[in-house]
Structure formats: C-alpha cells, structure tokens
C-alpha cells in the first residue's frame, strides 16, 4: 500500500502502520470463520511518520504511545484495511484540534432573587411543621416531682449497683 495519511503539521505513511489480522465472528457461516477479515491496525506515535516535535507530543498526550483502529465491518480485509486507515487518519486529524476554554457562566440577578425566595417559602413550610416549643424532658421530669403537672408524682429512679 502506497497510500499516506495526512494531517496537520504531519504525515505517515501507510508502511508504518503495524497491521493484525483475526477472523471476524459473527453470523456468515464457513467463511466467517475461516477468513481473516478483522483488522487491526497500530502506529506507533512516538517513532512513526514525519510530523512536527509539538504536533507529536499533543498527538502522545491525546492518545498516549500508540493509536489503534480495529475494523470488521465488511467481508473483505481490502476493504477493511482502507477503512482501518480512514480512522487512523480521522483520530489524527481529531487530535490535534483544540477544545475552547469552557466559559464559566453565572446565573442572573433574577434568578438569585427565585432561589432566596424558595428557601425562605421552605423554611416557613418546615417552621409551620414543628411544635412552637417543645417541652423538654428535664422540664416534663422537675413539674412531675414538684407535683405541679398532671401525670404520676412518682418518677422511677434507676438503680445504681
């Protein structure tokens, strides 16, 4: 194969791709099983092809050391190799592109005013739920010796032992 990839700031050529063969699985009978129709094929980032040092070094920090494609689309590994190199040479297009810096966003004045409105609407629903003021344990207990609440006089002491 005499075909080169070509990307941005490099090209490789289709001799220094590593190329693997299997048979693919899959429903087509005898011919499936016995045909190696699956391909994979590999470069090796760090060695292959004539690109820039920078276009490299994003290419190895995107995808590490090597790049892979692996293809059993077709019944035909002449087919499935031109495809193989196809997404080779898209990843290595894909790769060098650029993501924009997200632009954090801040929400409107409006909208603050919405959140600060429902938390103090929930707040008033949850204070409406409890008790005005709940009468405590030791308050219940010091009424009930005194003999001033209703309620048994006698309060149970526990035993020390």
């Known amino acids: 194969m005499d075909r080169v990839l070509e990307f941005p700031g490099g090209t490789v050529p289709a001799s220094a791709v590593g190329w693997r063969f299997n048979p693919s699985g899959g429903p087509g009978g005898q011919h499936a099983n016995r045909a190696n129709t699956r391909v994979e094929a590999v470069i090796d980032l760090t060695t292959a092809g004539d690109m820039e040092s920078d276009v490299r070094q994003r290419l190895v ?10 293809v059993d689309d077709t019944r035909s590994q002449a087919r499935n190799r031109d495809i193989a190199l196809d997404r080779l040479e898209a990843l290595l297009r894909d790769g060098l592109v650029v993501a924009e810096p997200r632009k954090p966003t801040r929400p409107s004045g409006a909208a603050r005013q919405r959140r600060l409105e429902a938390k103090r609407r929930r707040s008033g629903t949850n204070r409406s739920r409890s008790r005005s003021d709940p009468p405590s344990y030791d308050a219940k207990r010091m009424a009930a010796r005194r003999g001033d609440a209703p309620g048994p006089a006698v309060v149970s002491r526990r035993r020390r032992l």
């Not at 590490?64 to 494609?69: H, I, N, P, S, V």
């Open 61 to 70: 920090d995107c995808y590490g050391a090597g790049l892979r494609a692996v």
